[in-house]
């Protein structure tokens, strides 16, 4: 009854029903089929993912031993470079101790440095105050020429701030020996022209300068030679004293026309070392003046000498007197111990005979033999 509906529905026509079923069964045969294909392409995609899975799995248990050796190694890698840091630390704090250590010592080293430069700047600062002031000038060169003249020559042969006839004081006399006569030392420090010639900057200041420094030493040797040399009282030489060997120099090596009109005044220019030569020549000079002075004491004392030599071999001839006086009688003694000696071995030897006494009782009498 519902295959006659259905039919009637249709159309009531066979054919077209059985084109229908045809169609009905294609259809189905075609969705089988599509069911199979399906089937087997997800029994295909299934192996493919099971083979898929399973190289996953064997993929992942390679990479997971590989990360695992790779986390062992990092392990070990981390605990050595975990070791090497620590005894690179220790190296590091180590050194840095010693490092620290010997800056310290450097520190105290270069403390002490500032301390001796700040104490040389003080004493820098006060030569400057020294130097810039005339009267302490005076008084520096004046010492520097005091302590030469101290370390090399005898108290009684100079005398500081002598005064001469003429009411005029030197800084120094120096009494020269066999002639009664006082060498002339003044010292003299032209310190402000000096500088002066040192800071010149163009030609004509530097000529100004040298023209200072020329009139300023002039001046003093006019002034040493015009006061200080006095026939008959002092030497006809007198020193000039400047106490500085780069002023010394200077003079020499630029202003020789100086040097020249200062020896024609009959006054020599001298550095301390040129003055410490002429205090070392003066001493020879002192020695040999003394050696003179008591070559007449030296005569006497070998005269006595000599007396007392004669006397000397004169007792030593009586001496010998006495020594041959001495040797005779201990020859004699000699003579006397060796009878002696005799007699008393015979004694020994009960060598005796039996001689008449002179007296009533008679006495055993020794008989010498030999």
């Known amino acids: 009854m519902d295959l006659d509906r259905a039919l009637l529905e249709i159309g009531g026509n066979p054919v077209t029903l059985l084109d229908a079923l045809i169609a009905m069964a294609i259809f189905a045969l075609l969705l089988l089929m599509a069911a199979v294909v399906l089937s087997w392409r997800a029994q295909a995609n299934r192996q493919a993912g099971l083979r898929r899975t399973a190289e996953l799995e064997y993929r992942i248990a390679e990479l997971s031993g590989t990360l695992k050796g790779l986390i062992e190694q990092t392990q070990g890698s981390q605990m050595h470079l975990a070791s090497s840091l620590d005894e690179r630390l220790d190296m590091v704090a180590e050194r840095t101790g010693q490092s ?6 450097r520190l105290a080293v ?63 006399l120096v ?25 010149a900057s163009g030609e004509n200041e530097t000529r100004n300068a040298e023209a200072r420094l020329r009139g300023d030493i002039l001046k003093h040797v006019r002034d040493i030679a015009e006061k200080y040399l006095i026939s008959g ?61 008591q070559a007449g004491l030296i005569k006497h004392e070998v005269t006595r000498l000599l007396e007392d030599v004669a006397r ?59």
């Open 233 to 293: 009282e002092t030497h006809e030489t007198a020193i000039m004293f400047v106490p500085s060997e780069s002023i010394y120099a200077e003079l020499y090596e630029k202003f020789d026309d100086v040097i020249q009109k200062a020896h024609r005044a009959r006054v020599i220019i001298a550095s301390p070392n040129v003055l410490m030569l002429l205090v070392q020549t003066l001493q020879a000079i002192f020695k040999d003046a003394r050696m003179r002075e």
């Open 175 to 199: 009494s020269l020996p066999d002639s009664g006569v006082k060498l002339v030392i003044d010292a003299k420090f032209p310190l402000e022209a000096f500088n002066a010639l040192k800071s």
């Open 312 to 370: 000397l071999k004169e007792r030593v001839g009586d001496l010998q007197k006495h020594f041959g006086a001495a040797a005779a009688d201990l020859e004699k003694l000699g003579v006397s111990a060796e009878k002696i000696t005799r007699r008393a071995g015979r004694i020994e030897s009960l060598d005796l005979e039996e001689t008449p006494a002179p007296a009533a009782v008679a006495q055993p009498r020794l008989v010498e033999r030999g």
């Open 100 to 105: 620290l250590k010997q800056l310290g010592e």
């Open 110 to 172: 270069i403390d002490a440095a500032q301390k001796n430069i700040e104490a040389l700047s003080n004493e820098m600062l006060g030569l400057k105050d020294i130097l810039s002031n005339k009267q302490a000038r005076g008084a520096y060169g004046q010492a520097r020429m005091e302590a030469i003249i101290r370390d090399g020559l005898h108290a009684s042969a100079y005398a500081f701030q002598g005064t001469l006839s003429n009411g005029t004081r030197p800084d120094c």
